[in-house]
């Protein structure tokens, strides 16, 4: 059984307008995406920048109201749930933001910061508490002792460790990862990286794992579904988007992540000037008259492009 499963998801917003602001149309940040993970695999949402990856994040964890759609939680519809009825999930999903630096109270030291969901959730004593949070600064790498620091007396690096004990703190079944490592230098990226994939095996975790980095998500993920304007233009394995992906808007994704050898940046070049010209050319088998995307349909049981 899948630990999620996301149906026909939609978060719409309204756009108003004349004198008794009425609701003329509407913003489809996320416009009916579909997907599903399996306990203990990583899935990644990939797209460009205003795409709906994040919106499709946080309208999973509790953050964004949804339009319409299902998002089954082992068997449960958290999109018809109150928020009281939703408080028994809040504790298995948890969330990782993009920035560090405005992800943590300033006024918070690290024992209140990773002490606050366990006050949420569990009744422990302040012996139990401590012990903890100790136990979870240490399993990200940071001493003890740094637990009555507060976040600016940390590099970017250590503040989304920080993050991601806090996440860890109620043992959650899924963590939601947006962007974790875009606003860290490309050193510190690769140990957090690493360090994520350890505690996925320690803590028997399940990712959703949002980036607008191929090159990343190529390094984490199992499946991955590729977005556009709130919908999916290609979903499948890793090595079925890599090496046979079949949207032009894939393909233009992949040929711009940089080529780092340098005998081969002139044959990048001339395979990004012939998906242009694809994307040009072609451009009505991938895109309707409205410039909306054609519904998914299955290439193999595992790889799906949305294409006339």
């Known amino acids: 059984m899948s630990l999620l499963k996301v149906n026909d998801l939609k978060v719409h917003y309204p756009i108003r307008g004349g004198f008794f602001r009425k609701v003329v149309d509407h913003v489809r940040a996320v416009d009916g995406i579909s997907f599903e993970l399996q306990p203990g695999e990583t899935y990644g949402l990939v797209g460009e920048s205003g795409c709906g990856k994040t919106t499709s994040g946080r309208a999973i964890i509790g953050l964004n109201d949804v339009t319409a759609g299902q998002m089954m939680f082992e068997g449960k519809d958290l999109a018809q749930m109150g928020r009281i009825e939703r408080r028994k ?163 233009r994704l992949i040929a711009a992540i940089p080529e780092m050898n340098p005998e081969k940046r002139f044959e990048k070049m001339h395979l990004r000037q012939a998906i242009n010209q694809e994307y040009q050319t072609e451009y009505n088998n991938y895109f309707d008259n409205d410039g909306r995307m054609y519904d998914l349909k299955k290439l193999s049981d595992t790889h799906s492009v949305a294409m006339q």
């Open 89 to 251: 999930y809040t504790k298995d999903i948890q969330m990782i933001f993009q920035d560090p630096y405005s992800s943590l109270n300033g006024r918070k030291n690290i024992l209140n910061t990773i002490a606050e969901p366990l006050r949420n959730f569990e009744r422990l004593s302040a012996k139990e508490e401590l012990v903890r949070v100790q136990e979870l600064v240490e399993r990200v790498g940071l001493t003890p002792e740094s637990i009555y620091k507060y976040p600016h007396q940390f590099s970017g690096g250590q503040r989304q460790r920080i993050g991601i004990a806090r996440a860890l703190a109620l043992k959650p079944k899924l963590i939601i990862a947006d962007e974790p490592v875009s606003a860290l230098d490309v050193s510190v990226q690769a140990q957090v990286l690493n360090f994520m994939q350890e505690i996925q095996e320690d803590f028997d975790l399940t990712y959703l794992f949002i980036s607008h980095d191929l090159g990343i998500i190529q390094h984490m993920c199992d499946r991955i579904g590729i977005m556009y304007r709130g919908r999916f233009v290609e979903e499948g394995t890793a090595d079925e988007i890599y090496k046979n992906a079949q949207h032009v808007y894939t393909k």
